[in-house]
């Protein structure tokens, strides 16, 4: 393969995934459970890499794996920490914010983060700004089409009632973290 990049990404992907179809195997050990969640603390993490069924499991890596090729600027290490931070970051939430939500499973919250986060650095170039300001403002037409109309369709095709709260927690995750990473460029660059 020419572009090693490429190669890179291609693992990248085929890890995550496989990563994932392993804790989907033992689902109930990973979920988010808000009653033991500090006691088994690797929940706040997992809780996003299960899902509630295969159809589930599918959809949610399908658009995980279109994320590295939609912004190839991206190098995997911003995706890996985005994966790191995200899921704890949308949990936490869960736990202080959503009381009532006693079990999560899914990718789709820290999917939404990812794609916000890193659209919202490619606003800083010329050339990626167009096709980012498209990115956002497709999700936030989703977020609202969510929480106004609804996703009886997707609940349905996954067999489970859409948790549009992580969807805006992801979102708001995704804005801080791109707002903190471009703070951060900005003043490693004027140092």
């Avoid at 299960?50 to 991206?74: D, T």
């Avoid at 869960?94 to 999917?111: D, H, R, T």
């Amino acid at each position: 393969m020419k572009d090693p990049m490429l190669l890179r990404k291609i693992v990248f992907i085929a890890f995550v995934v496989s990563f994932s179809a392993c804790l989907q195997v033992f689902a109930d050990l990973f979920i988010y459970w808000r009653a033991s969640l500090f006691d088994e603390f690797w929940r706040l993490w997992t809780a996003h890499w299960v899902h509630v069924g295969w159809m589930h499991y599918v959809l949610n890596m399908m658009a995980f794996c279109c994320l590295p090729f939609i912004f190839p600027k991206v190098k995997i290490w911003h995706f890996t920490a985005l994966l790191f931070l995200l899921p704890v970051l949308i949990s936490i939430s869960f736990y202080y914010f959503y009381p009532n939500i006693e079990a999560y499973a899914g990718l789709s919250g820290v999917l939404h983060g990812a794609y916000v986060a890193v659209a919202g650095v490619h606003l800083l170039d010329r050339k990626e700004r167009p096709f980012a300001v498209g990115v956002l403002a497709l999700i936030l037409a989703k977020l609202i089409w969510e929480n106004t109309i609804g996703s009886v369709g997707t609940a349905e095709l996954i067999g489970s009632p859409v948790l549009v709260e992580a969807h805006l927690l992801g979102v708001i995750g995704g804005v801080v973290i791109a707002i903190v990473y471009i703070c951060w460029k900005y003043i490693l660059k004027e140092n």
